[in-house]
């Protein structure tokens, strides 16, 4: 009897080390709960969990509102090339776009056939000088790009046309040209054509009809 009670006794002493791994499963699987609470709590803030190691890129900013664009106060004139508008010239020579109707009052037209758009400060520097020498009765209503060897010509509100050749001497050319054109008013059956290609020859030409030559030594 005694030896049956010690061989029992040998088969429940493993029990204690049964419990503690149910225990540390138990544990275990309390711990897998945690961290899968955390990690959906987690889910929920942050919003979207990105798969895959990459970092979570950063949110899109908005779009910034579109500035409104600004266009020059004035217009030197309205630009064309061979017949088709290329658009306004600004006072330091630069052609941009810009709606019609910012423009619409007595701007000249510029006809600047094969020359490149981006070359046209001289043309600039010249509106700028006839402007300020000419009234409203006389402005300059159209310029015209001819050849390289005959230049410019200009034709004038008061119906006056000028063989302009090139820019040199503008300020001069225009003061010779208002003198003879004041001179010869009382002979002049129409508008006048004023040929300042020889200028620097020192001629002027004024052609009514017949030619007339003008000297101006």
């Given at each position: ?16 080390i049964?419990q503690?791994q149910?225990?540390?499963?138990l ?18 803030h ?7 190691g990459g ?6 900013k ?13 217009a030197a ?60 009765s ?13 230049g ?5 509100a ?10 040199r001497?503008?300020?001069l ?13 009382n002979?002049?059956?129409g ?12 001629r002027i030409i ?12």
């Open positions: 009897m005694r030896l049956k009670s010690r061989i029992r006794r040998g088969r429940a002493a493993p029990r204690p049964i503690k149910a225990r540390q499963k544990l275990a699987a309390a711990a897998v709960l945690v961290l899968g609470a955390c990690a959906a709590a987690a889910a929920a942050f919003g979207r969990q990105w798969i895959g970092s979570r890129p950063a949110a899109a908005p779009p910034e509102p579109s500035r409104p664009q600004s266009y020059p106060k004035t004139a309205r630009v064309t090339q061979k017949g088709k508008p290329l658009g306004f010239l600004s006072e330091n020579g630069r052609v941009f776009q810009a709606p019609a109707s910012l423009y619409a009052g007595a701007v000249p037209q510029v006809e600047i056939g094969g020359l490149d758009p981006a070359g046209l400060g001289g043309v600039a520097k010249f509106l700028e000088a006839v402007a300020r020498s000419h009234d409203a006389s402005a300059l209503v159209r310029l015209s790009y001819v050849s390289p060897q005959d410019w010509k200009a034709l004038f008061d119906g006056t046309q000028a063989e302009w050749g090139d820019f001497w503008t300020d050319k225009l003061e010779r040209m208002r003198q003879v054109l004041e001179d010869a008013k002979d002049l059956s508008p006048a054509n004023v040929d300042l290609r020889y200028f620097g020859d020192g004024l052609r009514t009809a017949p030619a007339k030559s003008v000297s101006m030594r």
